[in-house]
C-alpha cells in the first residue's frame, strides 16, 4: 500500500519569510496529492491540492510542486504571517474508494 | 465549516461503557470515512463506506462497530475502549470520481477513555 513520509516534523520561520515542507510517497499509481491545514483545536482543512498531470499549482501565497519521476510533492508558503501557524498534514491518494494515506504532519510556527 | 458535521464533540468514558459518535454530511456526498487522529501519528484511516457499504476496515478492534444507514449519516459505535483509544476521532466524506477527491472533515470529537 501506499506509505507517505513528510519533513520536517517541526519548522520555525520569521514572519515574512518562507516555508518549505517535503513528501515522498511510494506508489507510483497515486494521481491525487492534497494539503491540509489544521489549526488547533480545529478541523484539517484541504488548502491546495495537485494531480499527477500537472507539475506545479499556485493559490495566492501557496504553491505545490510535483515531482512524479522521484515521487514526491512540496508545499511552499510565501511571505508567511502568524495565521499560517498550523499542523500542515501531506497526504496520497491510496489505493481505491478515495482513500487517502497522510503524511505524520508538520508544525509550523510563525513567529512575529 | 457545517458541510460535516459531528457529535457530541467531546466525549468521557468509562472502560465498561457504551457510547456512539454520529456524523452527518450535508454535501451530497456518496462516500464517509472514520479517522483516529492520535498526539504525533499521522491520521489513521479505521473505514471507509461507499454509497452505504463498507468497504474498508483497517483492522480496527471489534470494540469499534461503524454503521452508515444512509448516504448522509455514519456512526461509530464504542464499547470495551481502552484508555490507549483516548484521541480524536474525525468524520469525513468525499464525492468518489474517477481519481482522487478532496475529502471534507468534521470537527472531530474528542474522547477520553478512563
Redesign the interface.
Known sequence: GEN?EQHPSTLSVQEGDSAVIKCTYSDSA???F?W?KQELG?????II?I?SNVGEKKDQRIAVTLNKTAKHFSLHITETQPEDSAVY?CAA?ADS?????????TQVVVTP | ETG?TQTPRHLVMGMTNKKSLKCEQHLGHN?M?WYKQSA????E?MF?Y?LEER??NNSVPSRFSPECPNSSHLFLHLHTLQPEDSALY?CAS?Q?GP??????????TRLLVL
Not at chain 1, 480545529?42 to 484541504?46: A, E, G, M, T
Not at chain 2, 504525533?40 to 491520521?43: A, E, G
Not at chain 2, 481519481?99 to 472531530?108: A, V
Request: no cysteine; net charge positive.
Open positions: 507517505v497515486s494521481n491525487y492534497p491540509y480545529k478541523r484539517p482543512q484541504l491540492d494531480r498534514f491518494e474508494w478515495g482513500k487517502l494515506q497522510f503524511g505524520a504532519g | 460535516v462516500a470515512y504525533k501519528k499521522p491520521l484511516l471507509v461507499s468497504v474498508e474525525l468525499s468518489l481519481s482522487g477527491e478532496t475529502q471534507y472533515f468534521g470537527p472531530g
